[in-house]
């Protein structure tokens, strides 16, 4: 009887795990950098939101779409930061490298959202 309990215990915890550590999609996403601040006292993390925005060729916002922000963390990495920030203040458009997690964790970010690559991109 107790192997048998320790077997659920240890399938119980790993399953937990899994779900509070793992992630279940990953995906690309580009835009203009809207906002990038540090927050909390003890836990701090980086949140971040992307306009998401649709534009035509010449750069101006297409006509009748209204903004569209995306909410995001961002893992600490001081290169990451930096290029995000550099590209949210010359106004360039950037496209960001995130996983989806099942829950919000306190010391990772405030969304489900994690940030872990940022590429810059290029003017047509």
Known sequence: MKKFLYIFIVLVLSVLLYFTFGHYGEGSIAGTL??????????????????????IEDGAAASGVGLNLWDFSVVKDDSLLAKMETAMLNGQRIKLEYKQRYFTLPWIGDTRYIVYDAEVLEKR
């Open 34 to 55: 809207v906002k990038l601040t540090k927050k909390g006292v003890l836990l701090n993390t980086y949140e971040g939101k992307l306009n998401t925005q649709m534009f």
